[in-house]
């Protein structure tokens, strides 16, 4: 074997792979809101509510649990449906990038086999995308809960760095979860058969505070429960657990790594598997 082919078979797995990829897919901000933003109108075009069917969809959840599920709890109906209307809606981002993340690749594979561009656009494209159904989700969620007497407490601007180390996280998980997706396809049917699961396991529905025993533990050992909770009690004028913070910035680090070591060992056979 030559000196060039052992060089550039580093260079083709060197851990800050995925930086660079991520550093020139952002030069190309322009095409990647419009790839997502063109996707948005395509998926609900000719319909007449068009983008609101996403907050649509949203209100009609909210308004049902709240309705079926606050006599099984003893809060009152005004925090209940607060804590589901705002849980959930972090829930549908969080796992929205997990099962998105699956397909990022493989939905974009005839651009990644006839054209050159860093693949971090798809990523970027697929993010952008969640953060515009996640907008109007929060705000059709800020507009019950205004309704209902909400708020904003000084605690509220602790959201915003968990919602930083969200956004953050979604283009690890996406970067991730589409290399091993598109090189392992059971990975897509496993991903959604485990989503189904977690809303139940996840204090979406159901308060994690009055909840002692196993069920409290099985709360606390889901990593999603930590992550909602430190976008969730900042907006409800309460302070999450140190603990939480702890899980989320500790697994946040995990995934990065686990993304970097992928991309290089994965990126440059993606081609082949899409």
Same mark, same amino acid.
């Given at each position: 074997?030559?000196?060039?082919?052992?060089? $550039?078979?580093?260079?083709?797995?060197?851990?800050?792979?995925?930086?660079?990829?991520?550093?020139?897919?952002?030069?190309?901000?322009?095409?990647?809101?419009?790839?997502?933003?063109?996707?948005?109108?395509?998926?609900?075009?000719?319909?007449? @509510? +068009?983008?609101?069917? !996403?907050?649509?969809?949203?209100?009609?959840?909210?308004? &049902?649990?709240?309705?079926?599920?606050?006599?099984?709890? $003893?809060?009152?109906?005004?925090?209940?449906?607060?804590?589901?209307?705002?849980?959930?809606?972090?829930?549908?981002?969080?796992? &929205?990038?997990?099962?998105?993340?699956?397909?990022?690749?493989?939905?974009? #594979?005839? /651009?990644?086999?006839?054209?050159?561009?860093?693949?971090?656009?798809?990523?970027?494209? $697929?993010?952008?995308?969640?953060?515009?159904?996640?907008?109007?989700?929060?705000?059709?969620? @800020?507009?019950?809960? @205004?309704?209902?007497?909400?708020?904003?407490?000084?605690?509220?601007?602790?959201?915003?760095?968990? @919602? +930083?180390?969200? !956004?953050?996280?979604?283009?690890?998980?996406?970067?991730?979860?589409?290399?091993?997706?598109?090189?392992?396809?059971?990975?897509?049917?496993?991903? &959604?058969?485990?989503?189904?699961?977690?809303?139940?396991?996840?204090? !979406?529905?159901?308060?994690?505070?009055?909840? +002692?025993?196993?069920? +409290?533990?099985? #709360?606390?050992?889901?990593?999603?429960?930590?992550?909602?909770? !430190?976008?969730?009690?900042?907006?409800?004028?309460?302070?999450?657990?140190?603990?939480?913070?702890?899980?989320?910035?500790?697994?946040?680090?995990?995934?990065?790594?686990?993304?970097?070591?992928?991309?290089?060992?994965?990126?440059?056979?993606?081609?082949? /598997?899409?």
């Amino acid at each position: 074997m030559s000196v060039t082919t052992v060089n $550039s078979s580093a260079a083709a797995t060197r851990p800050t792979l995925i930086f660079e990829d991520l550093a020139a897919g952002m030069r190309m901000s322009q095409v990647w809101r419009a790839f997502a933003w063109d996707e948005m109108q395509n998926r609900y075009r000719r319909s007449v @509510l +068009g983008l609101l069917w !996403i907050a649509a969809a949203y209100f009609i959840f909210v308004v &049902g649990v709240g309705f079926f599920f606050t006599g099984f709890s $003893s809060a009152t109906t005004s925090f209940f449906i607060t804590y589901v209307a705002l849980g959930y809606a972090t829930f549908q981002f969080l796992m &929205g990038n997990v099962t998105d993340g699956c397909q990022v690749f493989t939905s974009s #594979a005839s /651009w990644i086999k006839s054209a050159a561009l860093p693949y971090s656009i798809y990523v970027y494209k $697929s993010v952008f995308r969640s953060l515009l159904t996640f907008g109007l989700q929060f705000a059709m969620a @800020l507009a019950i809960i @205004l309704y209902l007497g909400w708020r904003p407490t000084w605690h509220a601007v602790l959201a915003i760095p968990a @919602l +930083g180390l969200f !956004i953050l996280d979604a283009v690890a998980i996406q970067y991730l979860f589409g290399l091993v997706a598109a090189r392992f396809r059971d990975v897509i049917h496993l991903v &959604g058969a485990i989503t189904r699961l977690l809303i139940f396991v996840t204090p !979406i529905i159901w308060v994690r505070e009055e909840q +002692g025993g196993m069920r +409290g533990l099985i #709360a606390d050992v889901n990593p999603l429960t930590h992550f909602v909770e !430190i976008f969730r009690h900042p907006l409800m004028g309460a302070e999450p657990r140190q603990l939480s913070w702890a899980v989320a910035l500790a697994l946040s680090a995990v995934i990065w790594l686990v993304a970097a070591a992928a991309a290089a060992r994965m990126k440059r056979r993606l081609p082949f /598997w899409v």
